[in-house]
Structure formats: C-alpha cells, structure tokens
C-alpha cells in the first residue's frame, strides 16, 4: 500500500460501510451502447444512501474505503470528491482497482463477474484510521461466519482503544452465493451479534430452503412466504435486540422483530418466607383467621397487582416502495424506475444513518425506501443529479411518513 489519504482524528462518523468499491462497466443489449468506467460496488451505493440525508458538513461523517490501483481513472477521482465525504482513498500502485463486468440477456437479466482480482475490506482497514473504527453504525456485506468474526475483531479493536466506548450498530447483508439451507444455522447464530439482517426475499427464501425462492407460482413475490420466514428465524433465536428487513423489490419490505417484556428491576426486596414441609401450612393454623387477613373493608379478597412493565407486542409491518407508495393517478411517479441495482445497498445505507442517527426502525426503513428510489431512477451514479435534492430530502422524508401513517 503506497498511500492514504487522512481522515482528521477528531472527525465523527455516523456510517462506515465495509462493502467492495468497483469500477463497473455495463454492456446493454442494442441498440444502446455500452459505458464504461462506472462508479459501483456495495461501499459507493450504500454511501450514496447515507449521503442523501446528510448534506456538508453532515456529509463528513459518511465514511467508506476506495483501493485505487494504478489504473484508476481521475474522472472518478472527482466525483467521489463532490460527495464531500469522509472517504479513505487507499492507492497501491502495484495492482488494478477491482474491476466488474455487467451484461443483459435477451430477458433484460442482468449478470456479473470480476474482471480483475477484488480485494476484500476487513477490520485491519479500520485499525489504523480511529475515525472510521468508532462509527456509531456498520454496513457489512459478507457470510454468516465472516460476519460473526468482523464484529468480533471490530469490537475488540474498539475495546483495546476505548473500553467504554459505547456499541455500535451493525447491519448485515448476506452475500447471494451463500443464502442456501445449509448456511441457515451459521445465520441463525449471526443474529445475537447484529441490529439487522436485511437479505431480500430470494435470499431469504434460499436460506430457508424454498425451491420457489419466495415467489408465487404466477412469479410475483410471495408476501406469505417472506412473512412465514421472518417468523421462523424470529422464533430460533428469540431475542429482542436484533430486527429483520427483508428488501422485496417493488413491494417495499417487510420488518419483523421479537416482541416481550422488559426485565424490570425491583425497587425493594421481600424477605423470603420460611420454607415449610407442607406448603407453609401446619396443622394448627386456624384457616378463618388466615382468609380473614385477606379481606377488604368491604369483605372481597383482595389480591396483589404487581406492576409488571407493558407487553411489546414485537413488529411484523409491511412497508411499501417509495414508488409503490405514490397515489392513485401519479403513474409518472412508478415509471421513474429506471435499473434496480444497486438499490439494496443504497436502502441499508438511508437505514443505517437514520438508526445511528437515533430514529427507530420502522422509520428508518422509510429513510432506506427513500433513499433506494434515487438510485434505481438512473443506470449509473452521478452525483449531479443528486446534489439538488439536499436541501429537500428533510421535506421529502416528512411528507413520506405521513403518507405511511409515521407522523
């Protein structure tokens, strides 16, 4: 590694995304013509979803990381310069910069594959840049066992630097290649370590080992099979501290997460009764004597009311599109769907920062609903396009969670 730039000590990042940077170039069908030279990968959109709710000098606390190898074109340079971020721009001169290749088929089917070796991030790209290694949230994107072990090592870091540093939030996405049924159980375990798992609904349904990969027999998604896997997963490891976001396309998505009690802590302690071979009765006791202590002035029975905490019934909501959610007669709205890739990442990234941000999860996901409609209404990232949306997106956010019922 022959260079990095600096990130000031003293900044704080709300969001730092583990996922790849790649230059993307992407073959259509004819007649229109291939670009290349594309800025893409997990890291850049899931900072383009955190970058939208933050405008300078918010923007500053969006961290990702960019390999630049010797072949790295300075017109990207430049655009990763406009979105004034907190980005770790790493050059090493003696390999190229991950490079992907996308094709369609006939059936618009996107595909894709490396055309130069990629280079994975890890915990060791945080530990020597503290900015980024006390992010209040992470974006990983990797396999059940990798995640367990990034959040082992991350908050180990964290620990020997600064042991009170309060917990970060870490959201998941699993990688597409291993969401099948023998990765369930290592899924299953990812769960006591996370805030979120977010798969879509094919990922989902691969864990789960669905033959249908969460779709009615007429192909559309099964909203039935997306809830009946939350429920499963929620039920093998029934704990309050972690949500599920499944990511259905054009549906939106769905949150789910445990509900129960608070433990509650007693303000004062009883003493114990003595512990009697008959229940606590004996056979002296005078019963009438032993109900009458129990009566009320009125002579009912009074028993006592513990002031147990409420019930949290859990969450099992729908959410849907930002596009999906536009009225009855605003079709121009829907056709603005341009490419959905992408669009996964940019949603984690909007529901990242507005959880470190403070904001719960529901309306998060609104934040990522948001934020994924941007990306999907273009083939490729120009940030140009985006600019002029932030002194908007406070507005914008507002209308769409009162047209959900949020406010």
């Not at 606590?280 to 029975?301: H, K, P, R, V, W």
């Not at 990242?352 to 490729?380: N, P």
Request: glycine share 8%; with cysteine; hydrophobic share 35%.
């Amino acid at each position: 590694m022959d260079k990095d730039d600096q990130i000031p000590s003293d900044q704080e990042i709300d969001f730092c995304t583990l996922g790849m940077f790649i230059i993307d170039e992407i073959h259509y069908l004819p007649p229109n013509p291939s670009v290349y030279d594309v800025l893409g990968g997990a890291g850049s959109y899931s900072a383009l979803g955190a970058r939208l709710f933050s405008p300078p000098p918010l923007s500053k606390t969006i961290s990702w990381i960019v390999d630049k190898g010797s072949d790295f074109p300075s017109s990207i340079s430049e655009q990763i310069a406009q979105w004034q971020t907190s980005c770790l721009m790493r050059t090493d001169l003696t390999r190229l910069t991950t490079r992907g290749w996308n094709g369609y088929d006939s059936n618009e089917v996107r595909s894709f594959k490396y055309t130069t070796p990629k280079l994975r991030l890890d915990e060791t790209s945080l530990s020597s840049h503290p900015p980024l290694l006390f992010s209040k949230s992470f974006h990983l994107i990797c396999s059940p066992n990798r995640c367990i072990d990034l959040v082992t090592r991350i908050l180990s870091l964290r620990k020997s630097q600064s042991p009170n540093h309060p917990k970060p939030l870490f959201i998941w996405e699993p990688v597409p290649d291993l969401c099948t049924p023998d990765e369930l159980l290592n899924c299953t375990n990812v769960l006591p370590y996370i805030d979120v798992l977010s798969p879509n609904h094919s990922e989902l349904a691969g864990f789960m080992g669905d033959q249908d990969l969460g779709h009615t027999p007429s192909g559309e998604i099964s909203t039935e099979a997306v809830e009946r896997s939350c429920e499963q997963l929620l039920a093998s490891m029934p704990l309050q501290s972690y949500s599920i976001v499944v990511r259905c396309g054009a549906l939106g998505c769905y949150v789910a997460k445990n509900g129960g009690r608070s433990r509650r802590v007693s303000k004062s302690r009883r003493k114990r009764p003595a512990n009697r071979s008959r229940g606590g009765l004996t056979l002296d006791m005078n019963m009438e004597d032993l109900f009458a202590g129990l009566l009320s002035d009125s002579g009912e029975i009074e028993f006592e009311r513990n002031n147990y905490t409420p019930v949290d019934p859990g969450i099992e909501k729908w959410i849907p599109a930002f596009h999906q959610g536009a009225p009855e007669g605003e079709e121009e709205e829907k056709s603005k769907v341009v490419d959905p890739t992408g669009g996964g990442n940019t949603f984690l990234g909007g529901l990242a920062i507005a959880l470190a941000r403070g904001k719960g999860i529901i309306e998060a996901s609104c934040w990522g609903a948001v934020a994924a409609s941007f990306a999907i209404e273009q083939v490729v990232i120009v940030w140009g396009l985006f600019s002029c949306l932030e002194s908007d997106m406070s507005q914008l956010m507002e209308r769409e969670l009162m047209k959900r019922g949020l406010r």
